[in-house]
């Protein structure tokens, strides 16, 4: 019987051979496709063959690279090559598909610098766009439409229109964001939490109004939701003289109440907010992150000015938080029952995923019409958590007939690994 290092010598000499006969190809090939390059700069075809030329000379070189340094890690290697190959033919028919040049760029794979592995173990970073970037092309090419290292446009309502239509995330740009011209320095956390900012601190000139005023008092104001928001809520979710409490609303204290003290320590807020819930928590020692839009007003300016963290994101986008992480999660005026029941569904397992087992999710005043309830309450019940509280009551507040709240303290439960 011959040994396995005798039967395995045939085998690396065919590979030695084959390797071999590959980079000969490849570098007639990359001679090939240089000495077009003179003649092909300047124009479309010119630019994909200059690019193929250095993705060939640079496969080439990886490739040298492969057989001086051994047999060591072999196929880990050779699999990198594919994936990344396979990226670069993806990637490539994407950048292809912009003609931005700006855009071209951050789409292009950028290989480390070193020729390896970095940290996260990727050879190549990957500039990151939503799909629907591709249906929105004419939108995002005038978003990228810039001088590097000169002030951006004043065109972020454009961007929260590629948000919301799903061209999230949205690509980064090389321009200085601007700023309001007159900006004041922030009050300090304690005096601003009940205060509304400095009206020199918003730039203005995208809304129907402009000052803190006419969000409070006018009647055009260019938004719809949140109508007290701008007045800062400061009585909402706690024991008032000043108003009735409806059945469907639940008071911070009750709320913690249901947990051990101090067990509550982070959370999100999904809403169309200013930020109140969160400034209001904190006062309980709770820290909590607000997700919102610009709908209208300056919803994130707002939540920053008064000391605290506005997440801007979309809809369309997975929490940025890690799994079994947040001990409370709690929504109000943004879910309700204009939304796809599907859509909703990845919505309420993605809370599932950053929630902790132990933590509450908080159905804040959840209003749809009444033949939809039970749809929308079985995406809740599927998750089987533990109901702390449970309310159905009729909305009152609207012309419209037929519609109902529905609000729930639910508990995600521990679950085997």
């Not at 950048?95 to 940290?119: A, P």
């Not at 008032?240 to 059945?247: F, L, Q, T």
């Not at 928590?281 to 300056?298: Q, W």
Request: charged share 25%; aromatic share 10%; glycine share 6%.
């Amino acid at each position: 019987m011959q040994s396995a290092s005798s039967t395995s010598i045939p085998a690396i000499e065919d590979e030695a051979l084959l390797l071999s006969e590959l980079l000969l190809w490849m570098d007639q090939v990359r001679k090939h496709m240089l000495s077009w390059k003179v003649s092909a700069r300047g124009t479309a075809g010119g630019l994909q063959v200059i690019a193929e030329a250095e993705d060939h000379e640079r496969l080439g070189g990886a490739m040298r690279e492969k057989s001086s340094e051994g047999d060591d890690d072999d196929d880990d290697v050779l699999a990198d090559r594919q994936l990344e190959q396979k990226q670069e033919k993806e990637k490539g028919a994407l950048v292809n598909f912009f003609m931005t040049e700006e855009i071209r760029k951050y789409l292009r794979l950028k290989e480390n610098r070193s020729g390896r592995k970095n940290f996260m173990g990727a050879n190549v970073t990957v500039g990151a766009i939503g799909h629907a970037c591709v249906a929105m092309k004419a939108e995002l090419e005038e978003y990228m439409d810039y001088d590097v290292g000169d002030l951006c446009k004043d065109d972020w309502p454009l961007a929260q229109r590629l948000m919301v239509h799903g061209c999230d995330p949205l690509p980064r740009r090389r321009c200085l964001a601007r700023a309001p011209p007159y900006y004041q320095r922030p009050l300090p956390v304690d005096q601003a939490l009940w205060v509304l900012p400095d009206n020199r601190n918003v730039r203005w000139a995208r809304y129907t109004c402009r000052n803190f005023q006419c969000l409070q008092n006018g009647t055009r104001r260019g938004f719809s939701k949140c109508g007290n928001c701008f007045k800062l809520e400061g009585s909402r979710w706690m024991m008032s003289k000043s108003r009735a409490i409806s059945a469907s609303e639940f008071l911070i204290e009750d709320v913690l109440r249901e947990k051990a003290v101090g067990e509550i320590r982070i959370g999100l807020d999904w809403s169309v907010s200013v930020g109140s819930f969160a400034a209001r928590m904190r006062e309980y020692n709770v820290s909590v992150v607000t997700c919102t839009l610009n709908l209208g007003a300056p919803f994130n300016e707002v939540i920053a000015l008064r000391g605290l963290i506005p997440l801007y994101i979309s809809l369309n986008q997975r929490l940025p938080f890690f799994d079994n992480t947040l001990d409370l999660i709690h929504t109000n005026l943004l879910l309700d029952g204009w939304i796809d029941l599907q859509f909703l569904d990845f919505i309420v397992f993605d809370w599932d995923r950053v929630l902790r087992p132990g933590g509450l999710l908080w159905i804040d005043k959840f209003f749809c019409h009444k033949t939809d309830l039970d749809d929308y309450l079985y995406i809740f019940r599927q998750l089987s958590y533990k109901k702390r509280k449970w309310v159905i009551t009729p909305k009152f507040d609207t012309s419209i007939k037929g519609q109902l709240y529905f609000s729930a303290l639910l508990e995600k439960p521990a679950r085997p690994f």
